[in-house]
């Protein structure tokens, strides 16, 4: 692997990485480690509870770990680097409620106007180039996080961090974010990390699926996707290949699931 | 635990045995936390008589107008010790009572009748409109104009001035009462008078309070004005005799005393609220 | 009853009182002539007599100079300590025992301090006025920082924001709902210690026009300096209000979703 590494260091290295909420109370996460190289589109999934959103805010810098570390191409960062932008998961409450679509895109941009056409074209990256003049409580939820999705991408990140970004919208809506999400970050030759409870979604998504324990969460396995792109919602999702990928990520979160202590299971 | 961090002693652990009632967080965890809290909250306070005196030596204010708050705690409590300041507390306390009383019955029943009587509200809306933007204390001259100086006209104007969050608020909380409760009484054939005393009131009587309570507030600065305007006895009299005769440390302790008896006031109808509605919003925020 | 009666007896009814307690009023004011009840008419003038002339500068001008400087100096100081009170949250145990006893006291009581640190002057009546509206103002930016959503706060970390910026772009956008209901607050008790401040201490201003006229029972313009009074309170809070309406605009809408996601 030596070689590999030293020909393209990767984007973001998860180092054993250990965190808990209070100081000497239970861990969250427990000596966790994976990396991810430039252009890698990689899909972080578990059982509901593992602690991925606390997994995504070390990463993003937004928290520090308590022990290992979070290296951005072999850096360390107290604060969220300039290149990378996060989706988060609730779009209703990401956005800024007083400020039009165009203005919430322009947010991050220092300097620019909220009249510049790098907004316009973020926007229309997500076919929203229609409502630019709309309040975020005129859009619909999928709309919403379009506008979320442009916010983070017109800044033009290296690494994009997405938080259960299509939990609360609808099934076909979902699709349709995913074929865009995934359009939008191979043409920019983003590196993106997707953090979901869905397994159909990161294994069509992905280059990489990392598999978490339950609480305390560790890496259980990497799986490496090898599915030619461009996917198709219908061709892809059909092939023995997928199915056979589906079948093994499927398992291993099912059993990380049953190995839940019963208490905790009833406690939310 | 080798280390008993504020964050260990905590959160809502199942085996904690004793719990602070109401929180599920442990007995030892609250006390701490309180002890912590009003440790820092002193130092708040040292922090701000520190900058009086750091002020005071340094002479950016005339020494003579700012004394120290050594001098300034003796001249209290010289004060209240059977001294004059006592004596206008009771005076201010004497006058402001029967004033929030006369508010507080008024008030609740103009309340009552106006949500409960729609017609009469349309008919005296403008009335309540016209007299609503003017503040109270502008009518002193004109209560003085009628009624002459003296404690007739302190507690006219106190009790017109706390009449109104009483009235408005009481009358918002019926208006407020779920129509069930009173298709309830209708079925269990309370009269009209029984329906009022046994469902509308005690609905009501959480907002009555919140109304009363802002009430008391108003009604103290207004007994205060008068005072200090009409030379009538009180803590506002009191307050502007000393001025006047040069006794600055006095004046200080009574302005410090005003603060205490504004604070006690509010203390003790935030206690009547909680009493009446320990599940309000006041209860959770303050 | 139809909704055409519906809409036109309120107003009748609302036309009747109006028109009834002036024509009592009047009748009065003539047949039983008193100190306290001048005619309409003189009340009336003595109105007019404020807008314009000498009485526009002495009178009118002053009171509104020290009523908004003061209202303003206690919006701008509630909303800047309030919204760093609310988001630094260690700064709260530190401050707010000190607060919470300041903020009982009765603003009329340290009108004398006043006088005896800054003398008669409209510094101290903008600070006393500044004094009795700052709390409301304050402890409702307090809480309007301190609900504002985590994720917002993310954001704005993401985007890379300076402390400073994310106070000014996000915290205090945020909370301008919550501010708004504390300075309308504010502007009442501005008001009430404008009237104070100018009956205590102070040569002009209309407290001050008000109580002269009262020692001189001219009635007629005590009750003109009461009207102008009120007639500047409903006009500022008018103006407030519409403020409020087009820059909460956003607000509306948002509780209205809010709300609908949650029934």
Redesign the interface.
Known sequence: MADSTAVTKPILAVQNLSKSFTTGGPRILNGMTFHQKPGQFVAVVGPSGCGKTTLLRCIAALMQPDEGEVLHRGQHFDDPPSWLSVVFQDYNRSLFPWLSVRQNVAFGLRGVSARDPQIMAALSAVNLEHAADLYPWQLSGGMQQRCALARSIVVKPKLLLLDEPFASVDAQTRIDLQDMVMGICRSMQLSTLLVTHDIDEAVFMADKVVVLSTRPARVVEEIAIDLPHPRDQLVTKETPEFLRLRHHVYTLVRQQAQKLPRETQTER | ?Q?P?L??L??LKPDAARRWPGTGRSIQFVVMTRA??SA??????AV?VAMWETVRGLGL?DPR??PSTFAIVRAVADGLRGGELASAVAMTVGSWAPGLLLAAVAGAAGGVALALLP?LE??????LE?LR??????????A???LGVGLQMQLFMIAFASIWPVLFSTKTGVEGVDPRFMETGRVLHLRPGARILRIVLPAALPAFATGLRTAS?IA??VA??VE??TGQGG??SY??NV?LNGL?TE??A???V??VL??L??AVFMAIERALMPWGPEYR?R | MTARSLTITPLAWQAGTIVALVAIWHWAAIFHPAVYLPPIQRVADGYIRLCHGELLFSALLPSLYRLLAGFVVAVVVGSVVGIAMGSLRGLDPWVRPTLEYLRFIPAVAILPAALLLLGPTDQMRIFVIAFGSVFPVLLAATDGARRVDPTLIDVARVSGLSTIERLWRVVLPAALPSVFSGVRVALSIALVMMVISELIAADDGLGFYILRNQRLFQTANVYAGVLMIGTIGLILTLTLLAVEKRVLAWHRGWRGLMEANRG
């Open positions: 635990m280390s961090g964050a260990t905590d959160p912590v809290n820092k909250g002193a130092a708040g306070a701000v204010v107008d700012l017609r349309i008919a005296i809306r403008p009335l016209f933007p003017i503040p109270s204390v502008a009518l002193i001259p004109v003085l104009l009628v507030a103290l600065v205060i004005t200090m305007l803590i506002g307050i502007e001025r600055v004046m200080w009574a302005i410090f005003t603060g504004g604070y006031v509010n925020d």
